[in-house]
């Protein structure tokens, strides 16, 4: 199995910092990147809507959201520690491969719904602030794409300090808005009370939950931990849970006090004037400024609006990658994925505006969250069911009263559901010209994924997971030496993937070389976490790479080969080079999976953008 995150897994380094606010900077960072998946496009809708309709009175879904996102989130991370696995890994190695199929499937609609939001958003806020027209900035938000491969080759903790500021743009307007808004402070305090003042309400609620705790959020918490490198002894997995913690706490708090912002600016501007059926973002800027008096507070809350899409959608990206790599064991080019990704969301949107108009906006918001709620479940009740097992977590399993509170959390969030879902059916049903056919399409649907839900509860009390390593072992690697009278190399570097292809490439090396040459193995570690972190990662993918790496110099070494081993992170067509041009090596010998085309594009070629960089031969072997 690859690692998660694999081009910057583990490359972030918090071993010798001496003192403990040096050691815990070196930890925050990731709960930043998963922050700002709790103030995106999304939730500004549902906070909206909430704040102009019910007033003060739905702030206690977002205090009861935030501190089941603390939960949630801590969860995730806890998992990418102590097992160095990624909650879609995780899933990959405990589910069936149909199982999997379907988790993905669910997890690729959740993402595509979230950048649906942070497509709107961003449009929004170019409309708002430029003028610029919704489809055009549509079409415009296809640029962040560049932004995102930009970061990405900069490093992760450029990436999270462009986050940051991101973040902190969108604080610091809020915190003008709240100042220009002059909420009564006394209906907030009661806001906090639970209560649902009907039943629009409670599909605002669950909006609210959905936009808050995020299912893509569980799967990149749980990669982007792993992008620290520290002391895997049990006292330095105690430390990093910890500092991690601290982190979560920090930023989610801080993405709940712009959520309950946005809200209070709602009730405080929209509800107070009577205003109930503000639910679209233009109308809220539009009247930012005559209810409050100054022209600061709508071109705050544009701006602050551009930042939640623009952060949002590079954490999006990175999720995307890791749900696709951690269920189906596939990477494909993150361009790819990245333009992929963003047309899956940018044409839906594009025909809604161009059918309904641009009026509809905030409705198409706030069903992409209630998508995301609906999804929750199926990433809620295997994460649980991870951090809970004695085996995987090694010791670190969450106590039993931590289990009662997440198996209540996910209790609550499946029942509002399932109770959405009953209430959707029943009016189709009763409003539809055409019943038998929502009888014979939607109902077996819903009754479906109710089962796959039932499933996944109790599979792993049933049967203990079963791990599904597919990386290739080298004991099965068919291997043709014959020795022969005269060899033309002495210092040869072979490049390995742990595939098949390795074969071609080790047999032909045995040729050029026979049995006195020295050989050197070369594997790259190229998840998306090593891509950002380099060789700082630390994950159980790189483990298994190292492990196979050894077996394979075992097995060679015991057949009378001279071997040695070089594991890089990052990408093949750069690290490669650096590995080969800094040895003394005769030539490199590569195995090829002979894709073209279409492939080439998917999965990028190593070998042309290769030959050039390095001064030696290069053989490439089918």
Known sequence: MTKSLEEVNQSV????????????????????????????????????AGGSQFGYSLLWVLLMSNLMALLLQSLSARLGIVTQRDLAQASRETYSRFINYILYFLAEIAIAACDLAEVLGMAIGINLLFD???????????????????LINKGIRKMEAFIIVLVAIIGFSFIFEMIFAEPELDKVIYGLVPSIPSSAALYIAIGIIGA?????????????????????????????????????????????????????????TFYKNGMFEVAEIQD????????????WAPIL???????????????????????????????IQPWVRRIITRLIAI????????????SVTGKLLILSQVILSLQLGFAIIPLIHFVSDKTKMKGFHISKTTQVAAWLIALIIVSLNAKLVYDEITSWLENSNN???????????????LGLLLYIVFKPFIARAKSNIENHSPHHLKLQYQPKETYTKKNIAISVDFSKADEAALNNAFELGGINAQYTLIHIVETVGALVYGDNIEDHETTIDEELLLEYKEMLSQKGFKIETELGFGKPNSVIPKIINQGNFDILVMGTHGHTGLKDILFGTTVDKLRHKISIPLLIVK
């Open 132 to 150: 610029i027209p919704l489809i055009e900035g549509v079409l415009i938000t296809v640029l962040d794409t560049f932004l995102l491969l930009f």
């Open 435 to 449: 019943p038998v056919f929502l009888w014979f399409t939607v109902v077996p649907l819903a009754f479906g994924f």
């Open 13 to 48: 380094a918090t071993e010798h910092k001496k003192t403990g606010f040096r050691k815990i900077l070196a930890f925050l960072g990731p709960a930043y990147l998963v922050s700002v998946g709790y103030m995106d496009p999304g939730n500004w809708a549902t906070d909206i």
């Open 301 to 331: 809350f544009a701006v602050a609006l551009i930042a939640a899409g623009q952060s949002s959608t590079v954490t999006g990206t990175l999720a995307g990658q890791i749900v696709m790599e951690g269920y189906l064991n596939l990477r």
């Open 212 to 268: 808050t705790v995020m299912p893509h959020n569980l799967y990149l918490h749980s990669s982007l931990v792993q992008t620290r490198k520290f002391d895997r002894t049990p006292a330095g997995i105690k430390q990093a849970l910890k500092y991690n913690f601290i982190d979560s706490t920090i930023a989610l708090n801080l993405a709940f006090f712009v959520n309950a912002a946005i809200l209070i600016l709602a009730a405080a």
């Open 284 to 295: 809220a800027h539009q009247f930012l400024e005559p209810l409050l008096g100054t022209k």
């Open 347 to 358: 044409v839906p949107a594009v025909i809604v505006i161009l059918i309904y108009g641009e």
